[in-house]
């Protein structure tokens, strides 16, 4: 087979959305007959994600390899770095693409460091967000700023997944000096299959990871408020874990929720999606989230937040759209409960949404980059080598 390349996805917490996008992705580039590979902490993730790494392992030749990674810079970051480095030496791999903030330093350090040494690594970064979310105006953000525009220099490619990504890179860091895509997140097909509620489904859903930058927090006041303005109980399904979530709990019993929310454990979205009528994505910021997506694509109503790539799904207009203000979630919870009918109308069509975002395409663009950034296109005889190694460390 022409072509063959060798992948490794390098990231941190495979958790959320960064862990479902290199999902799609390395299952697509497994089908395309890629020889691919994981690198990611080992101290992060629960039993759905352990179940998420055994439905790939058969399919990933490169293996699936976890090792502790530190989210913040600290003391431990170079142990860190020194293992995941000698995980990926052993990979060899012609594609090193990194996925957030973590991600994208540890893939165009290591990829750099391996062009010394042997041939050309093609070094791919994707933010997701990551260090793009801390303010420029700050110390931090500039000290991350700082980095970024450094590490360019040992970047191949970059990867956008939204428009406001790319548009967000270019105001905190500078126009990008090195070749640039944007790629949307995709879905597969079978992920347009409508899901109905569940006879007992609550009025409104959250699923996602549980801290701040999600908007738990905005998601339970507003439900609260909307109580209030209704004069009757109005129900909830919480999904997700997080080091915050005893906060969310106890910020539910305060406002006098207990009886009305149910904390869950992470599951399946399309599981969630039964749990309730419509689902709330309150974030304060993000990238291009996959649970909008999926959401939208299994027949959802959806209250979004107008933050990130949002708006890029729906339309800047849309009536979905929301401030990441607890009580303009409110007045959208009070419209979703009295006009049910309404309000499911003016959601995206399924059609729009399939033309846009589908995995394979999200897929194939990618490879296109991959390729680019290696000086060679999809028909070149240069094969990598064979040889797999299939491994995990702790």
């Known amino acids: 087979m022409t072509g063959r390349l060798r992948i490794v996805h390098c990231f941190r917490s495979p958790v959320g959305g960064i862990f479902r996008h290199v999902r799609d992705l390395v299952e697509a580039q497994a089908r395309a007959g890629h020889l691919v590979g994981i ?39 170079l142990a860190a770095a020194l293992r995941a480095f000698g995980i990926i030496r052993k990979l060899q791999p012609d594609i090193l693409h990194g996925h957030g903030a973590k991600g994208g330093v540890y893939a165009r350090m290591f990829g ?13 970064y994707s933010p997701h967000g990551g260090s793009l979310h801390y303010d420029e105006t700050t110390t931090t953000g500039r000290v991350f700023f700082g980095l970024e525009r450094l590490m360019e220099r040992a970047t191949d490619h970059l990867l956008f997944v939204s428009d406001y990504e790319r548009r967000t890179f270019r105001r905190k860091i500078g126009e990008p000096t090195v070749p640039s895509s944007l790629v949307y997140n995709g879905l597969r097909a079978c992920e347009f299959e409508p899901v109905p509620p569940a006879p007992d ?29 209704l004069g009757r109980a109005v129900t909830a399904a919480m999904v997700g874990a997080g080091d915050d979530l005893p906060r969310y709990r106890a910020q539910a019993e305060r406002l006098g929720l207990s009886a009305q929310v149910r904390f869950l454990d992470p599951m399946p979205a399309r599981k969630a999606f039964s749990l ?70 003016a959601m995206p069509g399924i059609a729009s949404l399939k033309a846009r975002f589908g995995a394979d395409v999200m897929a194939a663009e990618i490879e296109k980059s991959y390729y680019s950034a290696l000086g060679r296109t999809a028909s070149d005889p240069q094969d990598s080598a064979k040889r797999s190694i299939v491994s995990r460390v702790s």
């Open 112 to 124: 750099s460091l391996l062009r010394v040494s042997r041939s050309r690594v093609a070094r791919l």
């Open 276 to 345: 309730a009528k419509v689902i709330v994505v309150p974030s304060r910021a993000e990238a291009m989230p996959y649970i909008v997506l999926e959401a939208l694509a299994a027949g959802m109503p959806m209250i979004a937040t107008a933050v990130g790539g949002i708006p890029e799904i729906f339309g800047h207009d849309s009536p979905a759209l929301v401030l990441p203000i607890a009580s303009r979630i409110a007045d959208k919870m009070d419209i979703a409960l009295t006009d049910p009918a309404g309000y499911r109308a």
């Open 39 to 77: 690198v990611c902490d080992s101290t992060t993730g629960g039993d759905y994600e352990e179940r998420l790494f055994a439905e790939l392992a058969d399919r990933l030749e490169l293996g699936i390899w976890r090792t502790p990674m530190q989210r913040h810079v600290g003391p431990g970051d």
């Open 201 to 229: 489904a609550a009025d409104f859903l959250y699923i996602g990871m549980m801290r701040d930058l999600k908007g738990p927090d905005l998601f339970i006041d507003a439900l609260a408020l909307t109580q209030a303005r």
